[in-house]
Every structure is written in structure tokens, then in C-alpha cells.
């Protein structure tokens, strides 16, 4: 039997600066490393941004010579899937969700595709409960960060920072999902009188008015009932704006500690990247990231169920209350801080012994190769339904709309929402 990869056609957003984007790069870097044959062909809707990565470029470059690829792989968020109206014997559909169940409408999308991939148990449980085609967890590759522009006294320089002081940061656009006004209740809560303990949030006001957040800012900094708000909010630094990649390096190199109070995730990047050079975190126990995440090394945070809503977006997300999600208890979180505050050498060299073992297990090598037989196994499988004529060979075609063009979406935004206003906001 032939072990070799078949060629492959990977559609993702190889150029955004988004998780999806991140995912992307990794995927291609995984799939390059087990010598797949690959050509890329990017969704990006916004211009190309610059992108100095040798082996996707290369690999963008066969596109157009002669490629003739066995099996696509569309690599999506569940809303753009919604465009796929036909059949195909040779595509898996890769995507991601961040709540314990689907809308209908995505869930009729996905049984267009031969098969689903997610990146985590949490996910697959959530979608084999509802579709009848196989789902096969691929998880993320460690990201291979930048080298960070600054070390760390010349960034406390650049973000006006006492020397030496205590930093948490969070990632993350600004939504319910991300809950950042939460991380700032919760800092606050552990450290009200702390004047070394500082908090950074790179975050984005994409999906919402920033008038409206900077509102949810101020009321999170008054439920925290600090001593003197005005100082507190001193020690939180809010960026809303995109950084280049060599600065987010250098902000998780410097940080003591990553937070992520998020009430949903399918992986997440971002503390994914800070668990996998060794930061201290504290986060969630719940979804995605438990799969790389554990109690013996990471600082969990206790949660409730609650629904799902997004009341406070002017950007509408597939989010509705008949889905569930988590509800961290900040009260715990703020706990938790506090505990690597106190210990910062021990959470240090407890998440320095589990980055070791998440590079081990979410290697490019070993990514790649988990896809590497499933591509195979997806290709042999294909092949029956042709010789059965259940799929004539022509129903391999690209996943394009009738118009011959991508069906595209902007990454993060549900504009497809199949979910009922009145259910979301």
C-alpha cells in the first residue's frame, strides 16, 4: 500500500493577523514538515498584509503549476462553511467553536464536507453530538514566536513600567466570549493596593463601539470596590490597537503571568503561545485549552454553566442563549493571582516543566504526521466512492461559490449569524 501523503489544497486565511491566521501558518508549517504536498490558496478578503514566511510562500507559489491535489482542506470559521452548497467526496472542513453546541444552519453546512477537523477534545465532543460525518481532533502546533523586539527592561522602558514590577497580561479581541472586563475585576480584586502589580490588555474594539467598552472599563473598575479607582486604573495599560508579531513576543516574555478568564474557547492562541514558553497562567478550566492546560502546573479557575449571550455587541455572533458556555468565578481568579504574585519563582518553574512537554506533544512533527495519515485515509476513502460512482470524479472541484470566487468572511464576525436577534442582543 502507498503510505505516501496525498497532494493536498489548504484554503485559509494564511495572511491575517487573527487566531485563524495563526492556525493557518502553524497547519502549513506542520504539514510542510511531513513533506505533504501542499498548495495554499488564501481566503483573505483584506490586502496582503507583509508576510516573511519562506514556506508558505513557497508553497502559495505551486498554486499555479500544475497542482493537482487529491484532497481540499478548508480551513474556516462554521459561518463560511454556510456557503458550500453541493458535495464533495475529497474535502474536510477544519474549523472551530467556542460554545457546547452549534446553530442548525452550520451544522446542515457541515455535512457538505467528507469529514470535520477541530483542534480539541472539547470541540469534538460538541460536534460529533451533532453531525453524522467522522470528526477528527487535529490539535494546533506550537507557534514558533518571533524573537521579541525588546528584552525585558527595555520593555518596561517603552511601556512605562517600574522596574522589576509584577505584569499579567491578557490577548484578546474585546467580546463577551473573551470576557476582558471581567480580567480587569479580577486583577483589581487581588491587587487594589499593589502599586508593583500591573495588568496589559492587547485587545481590539473590532466587534464593538469603543464607547461601549471603555463604559464596561469603567464599571468593572467600580465593581471591584478598590480603595482609590483613579490610582487602580493607573496600573492597567489597554491597547486597542494590532502590534507587530515581535512585540506580542515581547510582551508574553515579560509577562509573570497570562490570564484568560474566557467563558469559551476552541484552543486559544495566545495562552496556548504563553503556556508553551513557560509563563505562568491563570485561566479557565473549561474547553479547549484543558487540553494542554493542567491543575498540577497552571493556576485553573472554577466556573459556572450559564447561557450564552452577547447583549453588548454591535457586531452580531452566532452566540445565542439556547447554547451554553462558562461563567469563572473572578473571586477564585483573583485568588489565583494572587497565589503566583506571592510565588513567582514556583509558578515560574512549574510552567517552564509543562512548556517541555507542550512543545513535545503539539510539535510540528507531530501534528504534521497525525495529518499526514489522515490524509491518506480521507484520499483511500475518497477513491471507494469514486469507483462506487457514489461521487463522479468531477465532485472534487475547489469549495467555490457559483460565481467562481471564495466564499469569504472576515475573520471573528458571524455576518452569516444564523442565530435570532432577539436571542443575541
Same mark, same amino acid.
Given at each position: ?153 527595555a520593555f518596561e522602558r517603552e511601556m512605562d513600567l517600574p ?29 487594589p493596593r499593589t502599586d508593583d502589580a500591573f495588568l496589559i ?77 513557560? =509563563?505562568? +497562567? &491563570?485561566?479557565? /478550566? ?6 494542554? @492546560?493542567?491543575?498540577?502546573?497552571? *493556576? !485553573? ?62 510539535? =510540528?512533527? +507531530? &501534528?504534521?504526521? /497525525? ?6 485515509? @480521507?484520499?483511500?476513502?475518497?477513491? *471507494? !466512492? ?26 471573528g464576525m458571524a455576518l452569516d449569524s444564523p442565530s435570532a ?5
Amino acid at each position: 500500500m502507498d503510505t505516501r501523503s496525498p497532494e493536498v489544497a489548504f484554503y485559509g486565511y494564511v495572511f491575517a493577523p487573527t487566531g485563524y491566521g495563526t492556525a493557518a501558518r502553524g497547519y502549513v508549517h506542520a504539514m510542510h514538515a511531513a513533506s505533504i504536498p501542499l498548495s495554499i490558496v488564501s481566503l483573505d478578503r483584506e490586502p496582503h498584509r507583509p508576510l516573511r514566511d519562506p514556506i508558505v510562500l513557497s508553497h502559495m507559489a505551486t498554486s499555479n503549476h500544475g497542482f493537482s491535489p487529491a484532497v481540499h482542506l478548508w480551513h474556516t470559521e462554521p459561518n463560511c462553511v454556510m456557503k458550500l452548497n453541493r458535495s464533495f467526496a475529497r474535502l474536510a472542513v477544519m474549523t472551530t467553536w467556542e460554545a457546547e453546541s452549534l446553530p442548525q444552519p452550520y451544522v446542515d453546512a457541515l455535512h457538505h464536507a467528507a469529514e470535520v477537523w477541530v483542534p480539541s477534545r472539547f470541540n469534538a465532543e460538541a460536534f460529533q453530538r451533532q453531525l453524522s460525518i467522522p470528526v477528527f481532533r487535529l490539535p494546533h502546533p506550537v507557534n514558533d514566536l518571533p524573537e521579541p523586539r525588546y528584552d525585558a527592561e527595555a520593555f518596561e522602558r517603552e511601556m512605562d513600567l517600574p522596574r522589576g514590577c509584577f505584569l499579567a497580561t491578557a490577548i484578546g479581541t474585546w467580546q463577551e466570549r473573551k470576557n476582558l472586563d471581567g480580567t480587569i475585576e479580577a486583577f483589581l480584586r487581588a491587587f487594589p493596593r499593589t502599586d508593583d502589580a500591573f495588568l496589559i490588555l492587547k485587545t481590539s474594539f473590532a466587534f464593538v463601539d469603543e464607547r461601549m467598552a471603555r463604559a464596561q472599563i469603567a464599571a468593572a473598575i467600580a465593581r471591584a470596590n478598590v480603595p482609590n479607582p483613579a490610582e487602580a486604573e493607573k496600573r492597567i495599560r489597554i491597547f486597542p490597537y494590532q502590534w507587530p508579531d515581535d512585540c506580542i513576543s515581547s510582551l508574553l516574555h515579560r509577562a509573570d503571568c497570562y490570564v484568560s478568564l474566557h467563558r469559551g474557547e476552541g484552543w486559544c492562541y495566545p495562552l496556548f503561545d504563553a503556556a508553551s514558553i513557560g =509563563v505562568p +497562567v &491563570v485561566a479557565t /478550566a473549561y474547553s479547549g485549552p484543558m487540553d494542554y @492546560l493542567d491543575s498540577e502546573h497552571h *493556576r !485553573l479557575v472554577g466556573y459556572t454553566k450559564t447561557a450564552a449571550n452577547q447583549r453588548k455587541h454591535t457586531i452580531r455572533f452566532a452566540f445565542d442563549s439556547s447554547m451554553s458556555w462558562a461563567d469563572p468565578d473572578l473571586e477564585h481568579a483573583a485568588q489565583q493571582l494572587r497565589a503566583v504574585y506571592n510565588d513567582r519563582a514556583g509558578a515560574r518553574r512549574l510552567a517552564v516543566a509543562a512548556a517541555g512537554q507542550i512543545r513535545k506533544n503539539y510539535s =510540528v512533527d +507531530v &501534528v504534521g504526521e /497525525a495529518a499526514r495519515r489522515r490524509f491518506l485515509a @480521507l484520499s483511500q476513502q475518497a477513491l *471507494r !466512492l469514486e469507483q462506487e460512482s457514489l461521487f463522479p470524479p468531477g465532485a472534487i472541484e475547489c469549495p467555490y461559490n457559483t460565481f467562481g470566487m471564495p466564499a469569504l468572511t472576515i475573520p471573528g464576525m458571524a455576518l452569516d449569524s444564523p442565530s435570532a436577534p432577539a436571542l443575541c442582543n
